[in-house]
């Protein structure tokens, strides 16, 4: 048997993508799913095709843990892309990937979006010079981000991004460096600016029901 990666590490092998819920891990060759590239469990190879409720049943997981957000909020966001115009499960990403903690993320302030969570909860960062602690904070076009000019969170920002300087910063994302660590919203993103392999359409088709 392969050694023990842990409950998150298991996450990502049954979804059978990397959920980067282990920071920098899941971007080394230490990623459990780049050695074990299969589900979890001694009959996972024989399991069947999954019906149309499970495939999408099974995207929408795949967005949930990939997010870090529970049902409820879920089913708020999805409701609102439906309300939305243009195309609903295009929407619903784009939601998902215009929130705070996967902004900070993305920038390489933070190692996962757990990390980024924790820094927004405990204060750590301001939104047009105003601090937020909600990690779900939906940021617009022209929308800066800082951290604190504390030296503290300074500190803790430039280490981070030292250790995620390999992470590509998406272009609807200006960061900065210099004296303060910045970052600017320039554009909504698009669906090829989301990393996650997943099909939008069989989740409104689940939801839609």
Known sequence: MGRYTGPKCRLCRREGMKLFLKGTRCESEKCAIARRDYPPGQVSMRRGKP?????GLREKQKV?????????QFRRYFAEASHSKGNTGETLLQIFERRLDNVICKMGWAQSRAEARQLICHGHINVNSK????????LKINDEVAAR???????FVRMRLEETKGRQCPS?????????VLGKVVALPTR?????PVQEQLIVELLSK
């Open 172 to 180: 609807w994302i200006q960061a900065e460096g210099g004296d303060k």
């Open 131 to 138: 601090r937020v602690n909600v990690p779900s904070f939906q």
């Open 51 to 55: 019906s149309a409720f499970g495939e």
């Open 192 to 196: 090829e600016d989301v990393s996650i």
């Open 64 to 72: 949930k843990r990939f997010y870090g957000v529970l049902e409820k």
């Open 149 to 155: 000019v504390d030296a503290k969170t300074q500190k």
